[in-house]
């Protein structure tokens, strides 16, 4: 470091020759700089001196580092109007530019607008479930008349323009869970992440205040920081030191999961979402022994729906049988179904029932109602003969079915015959001509009934299944996302703690705390202090000596 008296020119550059006859040059510089100079070969270096000025007498003295350019001309003028155009770039709409984005995800991850978009979706799923989906206008332009709207404005008009009649894959309803996955990543990029980062950062205090400021401190007066490093460690904390200072967490598993279960929730979204514009849906009912195509029946739910070959596969009704309760009542109603490819090969064969569905590439054949098909009979031991059987509209949700067996001349406009009425497939209860109670038989009784000379024997009672068949793509992803959901609520719970300590002669100053279980913490964090040693006189002086070395 050497003093320079300044020298006044009139040209404010800094010249050649007056840089070489100040003194301080010629002591410091050697021969090669003059060698390199002489060949006019530009030389940068730097000096660091303290200059005096006649304007800043009254000022203090600043050490002033310069870096002066040897050269034959002095440096170009610095343009103002390029600094001024850089600065307004910057502060223009380059800068509105880089904010915007911020702006936005500051909105999109403010807490109240995930509540009401919450709100929002529960109260539009809870609307679906009241509103029949699915059915034909004609349903809702009953249901739902313009002469007596339902809460004295809500039509069939409101249900059919905003898709309500499809609630899971309106647009409306898509947006909203759009909008709401939008919020949980804004959220996560801009609190949960940082979190997670500043949670991981070993962040030593180096200052006894500010360890007595956290949630517990205490002090111990004859400790080694070293000795408590080590109980920490047994108790699976994670333990840095650095000089006199040691920090120490555990639980960081805990911050993660904020994150887990917002990336839980975006998977059953997405599942939903998924199931609602890209699934196939249909329902059938088929006689037994009789076929259906699987592609005949389903049909598409969204603009994402694609079809795959299994549609292509044959369903045969081998069986339709029930299973019944003591007092008659229907207990269980089974289907025994077989599944064909295009060559004819049976590839699958299963009996479902309620509960129990099929599943064959991704479609999934449920059991969900039956019905009378057709009688079996034998007239005067001629036949057999199928009686189609009708359903007959009754009170309440019982079911009835019927069916006609005309006697003598059929062409007759007063045709007459048997009538004959069955609840299930397990008794048929016959009329005569004049609608007299005649009997009842069972199917595959074999015991006839003679009706005005006619005689009758029930042969069988021929049911038919209503199936439901769809295929839901997103399934899977909606079981792993509430998997997810489960485990990672669970590891909320774990708690994130940290302690710091610092050695202050003899003594450990130690502070810590924790984002769960606080009540607990001090009882923890006092067990762990009870078992770090007692230093005796000898280790004390040791310790100050390798603290002091």
Same mark, same amino acid.
Request: glycine share 10%; aromatic share 10%; net charge neutral.
């Given at each position: 470091m050497a003093t320079v008296n300044p020298v006044r020119t009139p040209n404010p550059s800094l010249v050649r020759t007056h840089c070489l006859k100040t003194p301080i040059l010629h002591s410091t510089f050697n021969p090669q700089v003059h060698t390199l100079f002489n060949k006019r070969i530009t030389l940068s270096f730097t000096i660091s001196s303290k200059l005096k000025a006649?304007?800043?007498?009254?000022?203090?003295?600043?050490?002033?580092?310069?870096?002066?350019?040897? &050269?034959?001309?002095?440096?170009?003028?610095?343009?103002?109007?390029?600094? &001024?155009?850089?600065?307004?770039?910057?502060?223009?709409?380059?800068?509105?530019?880089?904010?915007?984005?911020?702006?936005?995800?500051?909105?999109?991850?403010?807490?109240?607008?995930?509540?009401?978009?919450?709100?929002?979706?529960a109260a539009l799923m809870a609307l679906g479930t009241v509103i029949e989906q699915g059915e034909a206008p004609d349903f809702?332009?009953?249901?739902?008349?313009?002469?007596?709207?339902?809460?004295?404005?809500?039509?069939?008009?409101?249900?059919?323009?905003?898709?309500?009649?499809?609630?899971?894959?309106s647009p409306?309803?898509?947006?909203?869970?759009?909008?709401?996955?939008? &919020?949980?990543?804004?959220?996560?990029?801009?609190?949960?992440?940082?979190?997670?980062?500043?949670?991981?950062?070993w962040n030593f205090l180096h200052s006894a205040e500010a360890i007595r400021k956290q949630e517990f401190s205490d002090t111990l007066p004859r400790a080694s920081i070293q000795d408590l490093g080590v109980i920490l460690m047994?108790?699976?904390?994670?333990?840095?030191?650095?000089?006199?200072?040691?920090?120490?967490f555990k639980g960081l598993v805990g911050r993660f999961a904020p994150i887990g279960v917002h990336l839980a929730m975006l998977l059953i979204m997405a599942g939903g979402t998924l199931s609602a514009t890209g699934s196939f849906r249909g329902s059938v009912t088929v006689p037994q022994g009789l076929n259906f195509v699987i592609g005949d029946v389903l049909g598409p739910t969204g603009f994402l729906s694609t079809p795959t070959d299994a549609f292509s596969t044959e369903v045969h009704v081998n069986k339709f049988y029930m299973?019944?309760?003591?007092?008659?009542?229907?207990?269980?109603?089974?289907?025994?179904?077989?599944?064909?490819?295009?060559?004819?090969?049976?590839?699958?064969?299963?009996?479902? &029932?309620?509960?129990?569905?099929?599943?064959?590439?991704?479609?999934?054949?449920?059991?969900?109602?039956?019905s009378f098909s057709a009688?079996?009979?034998?007239?005067?031991?001629?036949?057999?003969?199928?009686?189609?059987?009708?359903?007959?509209?009754?009170?309440?949700?019982?079911?009835?079915?019927?069916?006609?067996?005309?006697?003598?001349?059929?062409?007759?406009?007063?045709?007459?015959?048997?009538s004959m009425l069955a609840r299930d497939l397990q008794s048929i209860v016959i009329y005569d001509q004049e609608g007299k109670f005649a009997g009842v038989r069972r199917p595959n009784s074999k015991l006839p009934i003679?009706?005005?000379?006619?005689?009758?024997?029930?042969?069988?009672?021929?049911?038919?299944?209503?199936?439901?068949?769809?295929?839901?793509?997103?399934?899977?992803?909606?079981?792993?996302?509430?998997?997810?959901?489960?485990?990672?609520?669970?590891?909320?719970?774990?708690?994130?703690?940290?302690?710091?300590?610092?050695?202050?002669?003899?003594?450990?100053?130690?502070g810590g705390k924790t984002n769960r279980a606080k009540a607990e913490f001090p009882d923890d964090m006092n067990r762990l202090l009870d078992q770090v040693p007692e230093l005796v006189e000898s280790s004390l002086s040791s310790q100050s000596d390798s603290i002091s070395g």
């Open positions: 006649s304007q800043d007498v009254r000022k203090k003295k600043e050490n002033v580092s310069r870096k002066i350019v040897l &050269s034959d001309s002095s440096p170009p003028p610095l343009k103002n109007d390029e600094v &001024s155009t850089k600065v307004e770039s910057r502060g223009g709409v380059i800068g509105l530019v880089k904010r915007l984005p911020r702006r936005v995800l500051s909105v999109l991850s403010n807490l109240p607008l995930a509540i009401g978009e919450m709100a929002a979706i809702y332009f009953e249901k739902y008349p313009e002469d007596n709207p339902v809460l004295g404005f809500f039509t069939w008009r409101w249900i059919l323009t905003l898709g309500f009649d499809h609630m899971f894959s409306i309803f898509l947006g909203l869970l759009v909008l709401m996955g939008l &919020s949980l990543m804004s959220c996560t990029y801009t609190t949960q992440i940082p979190l997670v980062k500043v949670a991981r950062r047994g108790a699976g904390y994670e333990v840095f030191l650095k000089g006199p200072s040691l920090y120490a299973d019944y309760y003591d007092s008659g009542e229907v207990k269980q109603f089974h289907t025994d179904l077989s599944l064909f490819d295009l060559g004819g090969k049976e590839v699958l064969r299963k009996t479902i &029932s309620v509960n129990d569905p099929l599943r064959y590439g991704g479609i999934t054949i449920y059991q969900t109602d039956w009688l079996q009979i034998l007239k005067n031991d001629e036949g057999p003969f199928n009686l189609a059987m009708a359903p007959l509209k009754v009170n309440g949700d019982k079911k009835l079915f019927g069916t006609f067996l005309p006697v003598g001349d059929v062409n007759s406009p007063n045709v007459k015959g048997i003679d009706i005005d000379s006619t005689k009758i024997v029930i042969v069988d009672a021929i049911g038919s299944t209503g199936l439901d068949l769809k295929t839901d793509p997103g399934v899977p992803i909606v079981y792993a996302g509430f998997g997810a959901l489960m485990l990672t609520t669970c590891i909320s719970y774990l708690s994130h703690a940290q302690i710091w300590a610092l050695q202050d002669g003899t003594s450990v100053i130690v």
